[in-house]
């Protein structure tokens, strides 16, 4: 990801936050570094997995980058109107669901099968599900997506259903990882 969005996610947590949390240098640049690393053995033609292995980022340094990119892009995915109404609920219940969710997925998928795990670049706006999905790079097909859709209830208002999808079901089922309430009015579209 791009050292101007990282920026940006630092500082949009932080004044989200009222600086009571601010992301720390050192684990943004450790992110980072391992984010380069891969991305720069890529494009030389080695896989992830042939990199990690050549420089010795364990599994759990590739479970952390996927977790951390996993959290970015659902934070990416709400914006701010909607992430400065529903942060607290967002942070507290949902993203620790997630975020376990994901953790079981790579122990599950083993650690030669990890290593070429990837989060896609782009939650979908506007009304789009789409958070991120999990795919394997040697082949390019998803391994699990998760997704956050709008619910109306009568006489409620909106809901915000986040949930994943696996590859092993043929994407069918839904796995609920948590809701939120909005309000009755209309949410903004996502990204917004």
Same mark, same amino acid.
């Given at each position: ?39 720069? %053995? ?11 292995? @050549? +420089?010795?980022?364990?599994?759990? #340094?590739?479970? *952390? ?17 909607i992430l ?21 997925l790579l ?24 958070? %991120? ?11 699990? @997506? +998760?997704?956050?859709?709008?619910? #109306?209830?009568? *006489? ?24 939120i309430y ?11």
């Amino acid at each position: 990801m791009k050292l101007w969005i990282r920026k940006v996610f630092v500082f949009l947590i932080a004044l989200l936050t009222l600086g009571f949390y601010i992301p720390s240098i050192e684990q943004e640049a450790g992110v980072k570094e391992e984010s380069e690393v891969l991305t720069s %053995f890529e494009t030389l033609g080695d896989s992830e997995a042939e990199a990690a292995d @050549r +420089f010795g980022i364990s599994e759990e #340094k590739q479970a *952390l980058l996927l977790t951390s990119l996993a959290r970015e892009q659902a934070m990416a995915k709400l914006g701010p109107r909607i992430l400065k109404q529903v942060e607290d609920e967002f942070i507290e219940g949902i993203l620790p669901g997630m975020e376990e969710v994901l953790s079981s997925l790579l122990i599950e998928a083993g650690s030669h099968e990890t290593a070429h795990f990837q989060i896609t670049d782009q939650p979908s706006s506007g009304y789009g599900e789409r958070i %991120f999905h999990v795919y394997d790079v040697r082949n390019e097909k998803d391994v699990a @997506r +998760f997704h956050v859709r709008r619910d #109306k209830r009568p *006489l409620e208002g909106y809901w915000f259903n986040f949930h994943y999808h696996l590859s092993k079901d043929n994407f069918e089922k839904h796995h609920e990882i948590g809701e939120i309430y909005w309000s009755k009015n209309t949410p903004p579209k996502w990204m917004a």
